[in-house]
């Protein structure tokens, strides 16, 4: 089982709405990652969790926050955005040495 | 200077072509080396990775990588239109660290 999940695919929201993506994977990887992407531009680091523990936050505002409640899930929690956030939100495992990707969950922020 | 810099295309090739494409990166301490694929709507795919310098080939793929220069290519050989989409080069920046940086990517188009 190669597969990481992520719910919800699609999910709009109001900027005054609090929401969460989750991410699941059973692979037994122990470093997790959560990138944003807008249309036609490249995946953006958010941030890394490795061992469950928080070890790359590539300055990102704190309506934004991420939370790794143990080693197969990572949630994403969303207060306040704003339209720019709308974006493809790409949750991604790490192990042996290669980085693989669910199908990402699209967000329209109203 | 960014990172990790791809030509953003769009390539065309015909189809049964070569399509070659380049990436070059920054940090001479870069260790690994990835080429995704990614089609519109959908999320990256790994095609490869590649680790030591020269080339190493799956299928109609080939990586090729010279740490002394920088760069890192992927050839496509026999192009079909299936493999019209994006191509992402990602650099792991740092030997044990876990960062992960994408190139703007290449946009590909196989002519039938």
């Known amino acids: 089982d190669t597969e990481v999940t992520q719910t919800p695919k699609h999910l709009v929201m109001g900027m005054t709405n609090k929401k969460s993506l989750k991410c699941e994977q059973h692979?037994?990887?122990?470093?997790m990652y959560w990138y944003k992407q807008k249309a036609k531009k490249p995946p953006e680091l958010m941030f890394v969790?490795?061992?469950?523990?928080?070890?790359i936050n590539e300055s990102v505002p704190s309506r934004f926050s991420p939370e790794c409640p143990n080693s197969s899930l990572l949630n994403l929690h969303l207060h306040a955005l704003q339209p720019e956030d709308s974006a493809l939100y790409l949750c991604?495992?790490?192990?042996?040495?290669?980085?693989?990707f669910g199908e990402g969950s699209r967000l329209t922020v109203l | 200077q960014k990172e990790v810099e791809q030509n953003s295309g769009p390539l065309s090739v015909p189809e049964g072509a070569i399509a070659s494409l380049n990436c070059t990166y920054s940090?001479?301490?870069?260790?690994?080396f990835f080429w995704y694929r990614q089609y519109s709507g959908k999320s990256p795919e790994l095609i490869m990775s590649?680790?030591?310098?020269g080339d190493k080939e799956d299928g109609r793929f080939t990586a090729q990588l010279n740490k002394a220069s920088q760069y890192v290519s992927l050839l496509i050989r026999d192009s079909q239109p299936s493999d019209s989409a994006t191509y992402l080069c990602?650099?792991?920046?740092?030997?044990?660290?876990?960062?992960?940086?994408f190139g703007t990517g290449t946009r590909l188009k196989v002519l039938a």
């Open positions: 991604a495992s790490h192990g042996a040495g290669e980085l693989f």
């Open positions: 692979m037994g990887h122990r470093a």
């Open positions: 969790y490795s061992y469950e523990k928080l070890s």
């Open positions: 940090d001479r301490v870069s260790q690994s």
């Open positions: 590649i680790y030591s310098n």
């Open positions: 990602a650099v792991n920046m740092k030997t044990g660290t876990y960062k992960y940086i």
